[in-house]
């Protein structure tokens, strides 16, 4: 059984010794849920220390707890090298409502193939997304003498963009020894790895290049490390499909690099090859979006539709201001992007820019206000229209609430929450939220609200689109916490509830992949920083998960990135995210340009959709609390 598993922190009040033997249990009921969550968390420690006996009998107490499945679950675990086919299909059909039921069978599979048990493999295999069962798979139908069906299903699993797990590399090594490998498949391969930019695994693909395609395929790898090579025309006379290639690829690539000399290359190879039509399209449309993010729009605009490079242009256009080329752009574009809130704001810009008094700008904005989002703020603001928050009313009836607790996998989901399995608990929810109505899709939320779990609560309103439920997607958390830090900072309380939304929907025991810990998502390094600029001790990591010491010191923070950048707020939103230094380097050559042509600009995609929901969620927050802030107030209009 996997340790992490088991090493559950529990949010119970209780500590129930986990040394006690199988005679110290009881044999009556447990008398309450109280001690049945007491009886589950025992079982858990008896199977851990692998005191057999006692969990047995803990386990037969709790037959009737909601988590009983689960220890089913985790003793099957501890045995998994010894499960038998049929002790498998029986834990199977016995839970199929279980999320773990599909994870453990996986991790079941995967043991198989690792000991190449391949007839018990095949016995018990389903199909599935899952590259390693797959090739586990394959592998077993070579071992039984059915070759030719598997090299048959191998190409799709060899040419992809991304090296394959370990388990793969047997199968393709016999493959390949059948001679099953043509160059073909691998320029395949070399064209997908290097448009991830997946070098490493290219430099590794050029090996099999032994015929006529190896100095394509060296060229290929060439142009994409160097660009620039491609302006050696001499080097690349020849017209050929793999040659053409090549071009493409170099010329697309040095378009991110210097536009001019991509179009001069491009113009030149035009004329010497025969491109075919969708690969013209593709390098013109790299090109020409290239030579507009430099501020250079063609006097006649290419037939090229792609929605990608109509928004493209478009974006290019609101950057560089160039209003005129905006409003031509967005109003190329598809029926869908075009009716989104986003291109109706720029598309309301554009026209109040380009024309004095503009009515059909008035008309865009005054229909686009009465949206609840970033956009819909900015075009109220821009008309001064009040924004609107179009609120649901919140669910008072809490007998109603519990109603939702009928629900077996709900039942255990809340149960699981209890003993502190938040892992398992999100499963449960995750794969029973899509079954129920709306309803009792919104009783789940006030639910997991009540008990605490607001993060939770938060992310299946999201996930169920209950969108005007603003009592469930915006909680005043920590109420005195928060309105204390505002006050010792000055930061505005909505913008750090904001911050601490965006970051961990005020989930205190968050931890991002980057090792960003609690409720304001702080580095360890970051918060060590902050505690030695205000002069307080320096925290552990451990204590980055309690909420008064995290939100101090990321609002210190935060005030610090204030006063950086005079109190814009977007530029401390992005600089929170990203990095001081990035910012910096942004908004060098961006004195004067307007806040939300800048933010709209923010070359991080993941920054500039932070950015965006931090002032957003923060007009939320101030008119939850009866404030009507500015979405960009008079400081924060222009870049510094």
Same mark, same amino acid.
């Given at each position: 059984m996997r340790r992490n598993e088991l090493k559950l922190t529990f949010v119970l009040c209780f500590t129930l010794s986990a040394s006690t033997g199988a005679g110290a249990a009881s044999a009556d009921e447990p008398s309450g849920l109280y001690e049945q969550r007491a009886l589950y968390r025992?079982?858990?420690? %008896?199977?851990?220390?692998?005191?057999? !006996? *006692? #969990?047995?009998?803990?386990?037969?107490?709790?037959?009737?707890?909601?988590?009983?499945?689960?220890?089913?679950?985790?003793?099957?675990?501890?045995?998994?090298?010894?499960?038998?086919?049929?002790?498998?299909?029986?834990?199977?059909?016995? %839970?199929?409502?279980?999320?773990? !039921?599909?994870?453990?069978?996986?991790? $079941?599979?995967q043991r198989l193939g690792s000991r190449r048990e391949w007839g018990r493999y095949l016995d018990n295999y389903v199909p599935m997304d899952n590259a390693e069962l797959r090739c586990y798979y394959l592998r077993a139908l070579i071992a039984k003498g059915r070759s030719e069906e598997a090299y048959e299903a191998t190409p799709s699993l060899w040419t992809v963009a991304r090296s394959q797990p370990k388990a793969c590399d047997p199968l393709f090594d016999q493959w390949i020894a059948a001679d099953r490998l043509t160059e073909g498949i691998v320029w395949e391969r070399l064209q997908l790895a290097l448009s991830n930019n997946q070098r490493q695994l290219a430099r590794y693909l050029l090996r099999f290049f032994k015929g006529p395609l190896k100095t394509w395929a060296n060229e290929l790898y060439n142009v994409h490390v160097s660009p620039s090579e491609i302006l050696n025309f001499s080097k690349f006379s020849a017209d050929n499909p793999y040659q053409r290639s090549v071009i493409a690829h170099g010329v697309k690539h040095l378009a991110r690099e210097e536009a001019g000399d991509a179009r001069r290359a491009w113009e030149t190879y035009q004329r010497r090859q025969k491109f075919d039509e969708a690969e013209a399209l593709a390098v013109e449309e790299a090109v020409t979006l290239a030579e507009a993010r430099e501020g250079k729009f063609p006097s006649q605009p290419p037939a090229l539709t792609s929605e990608k490079f109509l928004e493209g242009? *478009?974006?290019?256009?609101?950057? %560089?201001?160039? $209003?005129?080329?905006?409003?031509?752009?967005?109003?190329?574009?598809?029926?869908?992007? #075009?009716?989104?809130?986003? $291109?109706?704001? $720029?598309?309301g810009?554009?026209?109040?820019?380009?024309?004095?008094? !503009?009515?059909?700008?008035?008309?865009?904005?005054?229909?686009?206000?009465?949206?609840?989002?970033?956009?819909? #703020?900015?075009?109220?603001?821009?008309?001064?229209? *009040?924004?609107?928050?179009?609120r649901a009313p919140p669910r008072q009836d809490r007998a109603e609430i519990k109603g939702i607790e009928r629900i077996p996998a709900v039942r255990r989901a809340m149960e699981l929450y209890a003993v502190g399995d938040t892992i398992n608990a999100r499963r449960e929810w995750f794969k029973v939220l899509p079954t129920l109505e709306r309803d009792d899709q919104l009783e789940a939320a006030y639910l997991a609200q009540a008990v605490g779990w607001t993060s939770e609560s938060i992310r299946m309103v999201n996930t169920a689109k209950l969108w005007d439920h603003l009592d469930l997607r915006f909680?005043?958390?920590?109420?005195?916490?928060?309105?204390?830090?505002?006050?010792?900072?000055?930061?505005?309380?909505? #913008?750090?509830?904001?911050?601490?939304?965006?970051?961990?929907?005020?989930?205190?025991?968050?931890?991002?992949?980057?090792?960003?810990?609690?409720?304001?998502?702080?580095? %360890? !390094?970051?918060?060590?920083?902050? *505690?030695?600029?205000v002069g307080t001790t320096s925290p552990t990591t451990t204590d980055l998960y309690d909420p008064t010491i995290n939100v101090e010191l990321g609002g210190h923070h935060l005030a610090r990135l204030l006063g950086r950048y005079g109190s814009r707020r977007p530029l401390a939103a992005a600089a929170y995210n990203a990095g001081e230094h990035r910012v910096d380097r942004w908004i060098s050559n961006a004195s004067g340009k307007p806040m939300d042509v800048w933010i709209e600009s923010i070359p991080f995609r993941e920054t500039r959709k932070y950015v965006k929901n931090v002032m957003y969620f923060a007009q939320v927050y101030g008119q939850l609390q009866g404030e009507s802030p500015p979405m960009l107030n008079v400081r924060e209009a222009r870049v510094p």
């Open positions: 025992a079982a858990l420690d %008896h199977l851990t220390a692998g005191r057999t !006996s *006692a #969990f047995r009998n803990a386990e037969k107490r709790l037959a009737d707890y909601p988590l009983a499945p689960y220890l089913d679950y985790y003793r099957l675990q501890t045995q998994l090298s010894s499960v038998t086919d049929r002790e498998m299909r029986t834990f199977r059909d016995r %839970h199929p409502d279980l999320p773990v !039921s599909e994870i453990m069978f996986r991790r $079941w599979l242009m *478009a974006e290019a256009a609101v950057d %560089h201001e160039n $209003w005129s080329e905006a409003l031509a752009w967005i109003e190329r574009l598809p029926t869908g992007a #075009f009716n989104s809130n986003r $291109w109706q704001y $720029w598309l810009r554009a026209l109040s820019q380009t024309y004095l008094n !503009s009515e059909r700008a008035r008309l865009t904005y005054r229909a686009l206000a009465t949206e609840r989002d970033y956009y819909g #703020f900015l075009a109220a603001e821009q008309i001064g229209y *009040a924004m609107q928050l179009n909680p005043l958390a920590y109420p005195d916490l928060y309105q204390r830090v505002s006050f010792v900072t000055t930061v505005p309380e909505p #913008f750090l509830l904001a911050i601490s939304r965006q970051e961990s929907l005020f989930d205190p025991r968050a931890r991002s992949s980057a090792n960003a810990r609690g409720l304001m998502q702080l580095l %360890h !390094s970051t918060a060590v920083l902050v *505690a030695k600029r």
